[in-house]
C-alpha cells in the first residue's frame, strides 16, 4: 500500500487516479475533446494495474461493454464527451431501469461549454434527470478524485450506473490532488450473471423499482459531505453553484469581500438535497444560482417553490431572470458582474480591471482563421470541392460533420452542413432523394476513417438500399487526428492482438455503383478524380488516402529526404493573383511584403508539394 501524497493532476487524470483507487479493472471509450485524457491516463496503469481499456467504436458500443463487465463483477468506468452521451443515450435509458450489477459502473461525461472543440456547448446534466440517475458535479481536481470513489461505491451498493459530470475547466486545469493508496492488484472476482436483464414486459415495474432506489439515494445526498455550506447568520444573499462554478463563486466572493453573502456548492445534483438547501435558504433574501451551462439547478428549486407567498421564500435570480448569461463559460467577472445587480456591492470588475481589460485586449490580438495544418490532404480535397462547385455554378452541397475535416466550414464554406458524427452521409442520404423534386445540386457526403467506423455504416446501407444520388468521400488520414491521435479499427498501426479492419472491402461488401481509392496529395488528378464521380449516377464511393502529417512524425517518418518546395520569383504574379497564399491557404505559404510574392517557410513545410498543382503559372517548384 502507498502512503497518501500530493500530486499536480489535470482533472481529468485526478478523475483517472480516482477509478485506480477504486480497483477499476474495465475501461471502454471513444476518443472525444474534453474527456479523452482520463482513458490515455488509465492506459498508462493498465498493464500494472490489471485494466482492461480499450477504444470502442463509439460510444454506444463503449457503455454496452462497460455495462458487461459490471454486471459480471467488474469494476468498470466509461468516459465521453457531451455529444458523445447522445450517441449512448439509446442504451443508457434502458440500462437505468436493468440495474449495473455489482461491479460498479461510472459514467464520466465531459461538457464542454463556450464549444471550445464541439459543435455545440450542451448540458449533459439533463440525461441524468431523464434516466433518473445519481450525478455527480466535482468542482476541483481533488473533488474530482473523491466523487469517482464515491460513485463507485454508490454504483455497486445500489446496482445503478452512477453519471460524473465535468467541465472543459475542470478537465484540463491542474492542481493538486492527495492520492490515496492504491488496492492490491488481485484476480477478478467474478459474480453470476444477473437475471432479468430485460425491461420487458413490465418497465413500469423496473420504473418503480428505480424510483425506490433513487429515495434512498436521496436521503444519501442529503448528509454527503462532498456538498460545502458557507454561510454566516447575518447572510442575505446565497450563492449556490456546482461544478467548477464553485471555485468561480468562491473567487468572486473573496474579490468583493462582503460577510452578508454565502455559499453552498453542491456536487450531489441530481437528486438534489432538498432538505440541505431548503435549510440554507432559510432567513436568507436573496439566492443567486452559478451554473454552466443551462439553469438545472435554478429551474428544480424554483419548481419547490412555486406558488409559496413572497414572505416564505427568497428571490431568486439566476439565468431565467438573465443576470447570468445563459450561454457559453462562466466565470468569476459574470459571478461578480451578477452579485452586483441583486445586491449593493461596489465592485472593481474583477482582477485586472475585468471586462474592461479583456475587451482591450482583445483589440491587440491579430485574428487568425481556423485552418488545417500544413501539408493537410484534407486542404487538398476541399481545394477539389471548390474547383468543382465554381465548375457547377455553385450546384453542389458538401455534407459533413465533426472532425478535423469540419475546418471545411471555414475554408471558403465549401463545407455546407456540419452536426453530429456521420451526420454528414445521413444528411446526403435524404439529398440524394430530392431530385425527383426538381433539386438539381449533386451531392456530396465527407466523413474521416473514425467517424466512418463511428457512425457512417448505417447510413451508408441505408444510401445504397434506397438508391440514394450521392457521392461519399472518405478521408482516410490513418487515425483520430482531432483527439490525439487514438487507433481505430482501419488504422495502420494496431495494438497487438488486435485486428485492422478494411474500410475499401466494408463499402464494397455494401455494393456501390462506384467505388475507388486514391492519393489525394497531388491536386491536379484529385480535381479531376472527384469531377468525372461527382458526374455519375447512383451511389459513388471514393476513398481518399492521406496519412496525417503529424502522425507521420509521430512514427519517426521525416520529410527532410526529400526536396526542398521553393517559389520562382520570375514566374510569380504576386499580388495579381495571391492562389497560394490568400485561397489554396496552407500555413507553409508565406508573404514577403516587400517583394510583394509568396514563399515557402520550409522550417513549416512538410515538402508533399501539393501546392505545386495549385499555381496556374507554374511558380512552385519541388528540387
Avoid at 492562389?579 to 514563399?599: D, M, N, R, V, Y
Amino acid at each position: 500500500m502507498v502512503k497518501s501524497q500530493h500530486s499536480l493532476m489535470s482533472g481529468n487524470e485526478a478523475m483517472s487516479r480516482g477509478a485506480i483507487e477504486a480497483g477499476v479493472r474495465f475501461c471502454a471509450s471513444y476518443p472525444g475533446t474534453p474527456s479523452t485524457e482520463i482513458t490515455e491516463s488509465l492506459m498508462r496503469s493498465a498493464s500494472d494495474r490489471g485494466i482492461y481499456v480499450e477504444w470502442s467504436t463509439n460510444e454506444k458500443v463503449a457503455l454496452e461493454a462497460a455495462s458487461a463487465a459490471s454486471w459480471v463483477g467488474v469494476s468498470a468506468l466509461c468516459p465521453m464527451k457531451s455529444l458523445g452521451l447522445n450517441v449512448a443515450a439509446d442504451f443508457l435509458l434502458n440500462l437505468n431501469l436493468s440495474g449495473s450489477g455489482k461491479g460498479g459502473l461510472v459514467i464520466v461525461v465531459c461538457d464542454d461549454p463556450e464549444g471550445h472543440s464541439s459543435s455545440n456547448e450542451q448540458d449533459s446534466r439533463f440525461y441524468a434527470k431523464a434516466a433518473m440517475l445519481p450525478l455527480l458535479e466535482p468542482s476541483t481536481g481533488q473533488e474530482a478524485k473523491e466523487a469517482i470513489l464515491y460513485a463507485f461505491d454508490l454504483s455497486r451498493r445500489h446496482e445503478v450506473p452512477v453519471i460524473v459530470r465535468s467541465t472543459t475547466r475542470l478537465s484540463h486545469s491542474s492542481s493538486l490532488v492527495n492520492v490515496g493508496p492504491l488496492p492490491q492488484v488481485a484476480p477478478a472476482t467474478l459474480s453470476s450473471f444477473p437475471r432479468g436483464l430485460f425491461n420487458v414486459p413490465q418497465p413500469a415495474v423496473k420504473h418503480r423499482e428505480l424510483l425506490s432506489k433513487i429515495q434512498l439515494i436521496a436521503a444519501e445526498f442529503e448528509k454527503s459531505s462532498l456538498n460545502k455550506l458557507n454561510l454566516g447568520p447575518d447572510a442575505k444573499t446565497l450563492l449556490i453553484s456546482s461544478g467548477i462554478c464553485q471555485s468561480y463563486s468562491e473567487e468572486a466572493l473573496a474579490l468583493v469581500h462582503t460577510k452578508n453573502t454565502g455559499s453552498l456548492g453542491l456536487v450531489t445534483t441530481n437528486p438534489i438535497p432538498t432538505g440541505l438547501i431548503a435549510n440554507a435558504m432559510a432567513g436568507v433574501e436573496r439566492v443567486l444560482f452559478v451554473e454552466e451551462t443551462d439553469p438545472f439547478l435554478e429551474d428544480e428549486i424554483r419548481s419547490q417553490y412555486v406558488g409559496l407567498s413572497t414572505p416564505d421564500r427568497p428571490r431568486f435570480y439566476g439565468k431565467r431572470t438573465k443576470t447570468l448569461p445563459a450561454w457559453g463559460e462562466m466565470s468569476v467577472d459574470h459571478v461578480v458582474k451578477g452579485l452586483s445587480q441583486v445586491t449593493d456591492l461596489s465592485h472593481e470588475m474583477s482582477l485586472h480591471g475585468g471586462l474592461d481589460a479583456r475587451a482591450r485586449g482583445a483589440k491587440l490580438l491579430i485574428s487568425r482563421p481556423l485552418t488545417f495544418c500544413a501539408g493537410c490532404t484534407h486542404r487538398n480535397v476541399y481545394w477539389a470541392l471548390r474547383q468543382e462547385k465554381k465548375r457547377r455554378g455553385g450546384q453542389l452541397v458538401v455534407a459533413g460533420d465533426i472532425g478535423c475535416y469540419s475546418l471545411g466550414v471555414f475554408y471558403d464554406e465549401t463545407m455546407n452542413t456540419m452536426q453530429a458524427m456521420g451526420s454528414g452521409i445521413g444528411v446526403a442520404c435524404g439529398l440524394g432523394q430530392l431530385g425527383r423534386f426538381g433539386f438539381e445540386s449533386a451531392v456530396v457526403a465527407v466523413a474521416g476513417d473514425s467517424t466512418f467506423f463511428h457512425a457512417c455504416l448505417p447510413a451508408l446501407v441505408n444510401a445504397r438500399h434506397k438508391n440514394a444520388n450521392l457521392t461519399f468521400l472518405i478521408l482516410d488520414n490513418e487515425t483520430t487526428a482531432m483527439t490525439g491521435f487514438q487507433p481505430h479499427p482501419g488504422s495502420a498501426v494496431q495494438d497487438k492482438g488486435q485486428r485492422r479492419i478494411s474500410i475499401p472491402d466494408l463499402v464494397r461488401a455494401i455494393g456501390p455503383d462506384y467505388m475507388t481509392t486514391s492519393d489525394s496529395v497531388e491536386i491536379g488528378p484529385l480535381i479531376e478524380l472527384i469531377h468525372t464521380t461527382v458526374a455519375k449516377d447512383g451511389l459513388r464511393v471514393l476513398i481518399l488516402k492521406g496519412i496525417c502529417r503529424l502522425e507521420q512524425q509521430r512514427r519517426g517518418v521525416s520529410h527532410e529526404g526529400l526536396g526542398k518546395v521553393s517559389v520562382n520569383p520570375a514566374l510569380c504574379r504576386g499580388e495579381k493573383c495571391k492562389i497560394c497564399f490568400s485561397q489554396f491557404g496552407c500555413t507553409a505559404i508565406g508573404w514577403l511584403p516587400t517583394e510583394k510574392q509568396a514563399t515557402i517557410l520550409d522550417e513549416v513545410c512538410v515538402r508533399c508539394g501539393s501546392c505545386i498543382g495549385v499555381c496556374p503559372y507554374k511558380a512552385i517548384r519541388q528540387e
